[in-house]
Structure formats: structure tokens, C-alpha cells
């Protein structure tokens, strides 16, 4: 089992370049010099237009994934016989550079604005425009997850909670994925308008059917294959990744307290894919503070570890959320119990009572 260092998750906090504001030395070369006062500038100026001057990274992310991916996917409309090189070349970019990295982005700017309120139109651009390139419809993300997941906490109400199951099966998530696929967005409507929220509710409406309607036009009158590939398969493989994700950040469950965060979500430290994705891991930390800035989740979670052992949290070190699923899917308990965090004040256990702890924490839980 994986002994928690004094300072192993904090070590992982993203680094956020400061905003530069200062002069630029002038003894680089002029090259150099008119690139950094360049750059000076326009950090100053989204320090000005942020929120959050932190926030720069999701700007330039974004103006990266405008200028490379979207001329890639108009040129495959735009080629008079579509290629499928060509298209094997869009996705290669897509998934090794860009689309992990939207999805957490996406995740970031719907819990705190990017934009100040005099700019807030910009907002528009990461969750409308940029998402029907990234497997996502426009606003639905947002009426899901703020809209409903963190309201209901994984609870009997969450549409997308994971208590009914039996968390190691892969029929079982097979089941929560089509129920997701087929009637997902539609419940959702119809949750927003039970709860009152009609205008969210009219928003993830059109976003879902303005997407699909503007897909099938595309697909019928310029070209199938290019429409296939550029929006159609993505949100397939997102949606497929994201109840992945979900199912397993809220796979441990204890029956006995479901509602607290500390008993029905887990943490993943020192990843890969926290140092990618603005520290996603850390979703205990997000339940508890759903708008705390990802690059001081790692800090809140050294801070409070003593607690997080007094209330027996599940923490994996070294493992990602996709490859937790694939172990509980396998049924590999010995890489998870190896990777498994002893807390301070959590009871001590060998590795046989570990895996005994974790599989007492996957069987449904009745509402």
C-alpha cells in the first residue's frame, strides 16, 4: 500500500506562469525581446479581462485548438473527395493533443467564468463553439453537471449515479452507459423543468437538437464521412469516456453515509492526467468546493488529509480514473490495493483487507 509523503500531492499543483507586466530586457536580441513584449502584453491584457489571471492557460488552449484543429476539420469538407489519411491525421491531433485537455478546460470554466462580466459574451466560445468539435452539444454539459450532478451528489435524484449498480461489473456499467446514451439528455429536460429551471432546461434542449439537426444538414448536403468524423464519433467516444469517468470517480461507495463526499467519490494523486487535465483527480476536493481554482486542489487536499483518513476516503496513487475502471472491469484487486493511500487516522489494514475494504464499497446501495 502507498504511504501518503508529506508533500507528495501538493508537489503536483500546476505551475500557472505569473502574469508578465514588468519591462523586457533589451540585451536578447531584438528578435527575442519584440517576442517576449509581445507576449507581456497580451498576458497584461487578460489580466485585465479574467477573472482569474490564472486562467490564461484555457485562453491560449483554446486559441491553439481554433487556429490548428478547426481549419483541419473545414478542410475535410472542403476537399472535393473526402481522404481518410486525412481524417486518421485529424484524429492523431485531436486525441493525443487537444481533446482530454478541452473536456477538463470545459469542466474548469463552467464551475468560474473565464471572462469578466464586460467580456462575458467570450464565455460563449469554449462551451458552444469549441464544443461541437470536442464531443460535446452545446450547454448540456454544463445543465448536467452543474444543473443537476452537483446538486444531487451521486444521490437517488442524480441520473447519472452509480448506487444502483454493482460497481465492479462491466454489464452492470454497460447498462449505465446505454441508459446514459439513449435517454440521458432527455431526463435531464424533463429533470430541469420538474425543478423548475426551464430556461436551462430550453438550453440543454436546443443545444442537443440544434447540434444533431445541424449534423444531419452537414451530413446530407456537403459530406457524410467528414461529418462523421469531425462531430458525430467524438461525442460518441466522449460520452463513452465520460461515463468512465463518473462511474468510477463514484464507484466506492459506503451504504452507511452515501451523501458525503468523503464516502461516495475518491482522489487520484500524482498522475499523468492531473498534470494534463487542471488536477481532475482530486474529486473529493470537488465535491466539498466545486469552484475551488485547480491549482489549489492539491494544497486542500494536503491540508486535509487527517481528515480525509478519519472518514476512511478511498485515495489511489498513481492510478487514473480510466485505469481504476479497466482494473474494477478486469478485476485486478492487486494493482488497486497497491496503489491504494494510507491516510493518517485511516484504520490500518494489509493488503487483503484493503481489497476486502474496496469490494464492500462497490455493492449497490438501495435508495
Not at 500546476?14 to 540585451?27: F, H, K, L, N, R
Not at 448506487?163 to 430541469?192: I, N
Request: glycine content about 8%.
Amino acid at each position: 500500500m502507498t504511504q501518503l509523503s508529506p508533500h507528495g500531492a501538493a508537489a503536483l499543483d500546476v505551475d500557472v506562469e505569473p502574469i508578465a507586466t514588468g519591462p523586457v530586457p533589451t540585451s536578447e536580441g531584438a528578435g527575442r525581446a519584440s517576442s517576449r513584449s509581445l507576449l507581456a502584453r497580451w498576458r497584461a491584457w487578460l489580466s485585465a479581462v479574467l477573472n482569474d489571471p490564472r486562467d490564461h492557460v484555457f485562453v491560449e488552449l483554446g486559441l491553439a485548438m481554433t487556429l490548428v484543429q478547426l481549419p483541419f476539420a473545414a478542410l475535410l469538407f472542403a476537399l472535393g473527395s473526402f481522404s481518410w489519411w486525412l481524417a486518421a491525421g485529424y484524429w492523431a491531433i485531436w486525441g493525443v493533443f487537444f481533446f482530454d485537455r478541452y473536456i477538463l478546460m470545459l469542466h474548469c470554466v463552467s464551475h468560474r467564468p473565464l471572462f469578466k462580466k464586460s467580456y462575458r459574451v467570450l464565455n460563449h466560445y469554449i462551451p458552444v463553439v469549441l464544443a461541437v468539435f470536442y464531443g460535446q452539444t452545446p450547454n448540456t454539459y454544463f445543465g448536467h453537471h452543474l444543473g443537476m450532478h452537483h446538486k444531487e451528489n451521486n444521490g437517488a435524484e442524480d441520473l447519472s449515479s452509480t448506487m444502483g449498480y454493482q460497481r465492479d461489473s462491466f454489464l452492470a456499467w454497460l447498462h449505465y452507459y446505454v441508459k446514459f446514451l439513449f435517454v440521458g439528455l432527455p431526463t435531464l429536460v424533463a429533470y430541469l423543468i420538474g425543478k423548475n429551471r426551464k430556461r436551462l432546461a430550453r438550453r440543454v434542449a436546443s443545444g442537443e437538437l440544434g447540434f444533431w439537426a445541424g449534423a444531419a444538414l452537414l451530413g446530407f448536403f456537403v459530406s457524410g464521412q467528414a461529418t462523421l468524423v469531425v462531430f458525430v464519433i467524438p461525442v460518441l467516444v466522449v460520452r463513452t469516456l465520460m461515463m468512465m469517468g463518473n462511474w468510477t470517480q463514484h464507484a466506492f461507495v459506503d451504504a452507511s453515509d452515501s451523501a458525503s463526499p468523503f464516502k461516495n467519490s475518491i482522489t487520484c494523486i500524482n498522475t499523468r492526467y492531473n498534470r494534463r487535465c487542471f488536477n481532475d483527480g482530486y474529486h473529493i476536493v470537488h465535491h466539498f468546493r466545486p469552484a475551488l481554482h485547480y491549482t489549489e486542489m492539491a494544497q486542500e487536499f494536503e491540508d486535509r488529509k487527517e481528515e480525509y483518513g478519519r472518514n476512511d476516503a478511498v485515495v489511489f496513487d498513481g492510478l487514473d480514473y480510466f485505469q481504476i475502471w479497466l482494473l474494477l472491469m478486469l478485476g485486478r484487486w492487486r494493482p488497486l490495493a497497491r496503489a491504494f493511500v494510507r491516510l493518517p487516522g485511516a484504520p490500518e489494514r494489509s493488503d487483503e483487507e484493503v481489497v476486502a475494504f474496496l469490494r464492500s464499497r462497490l455493492a449497490p446501495v438501495r435508495s
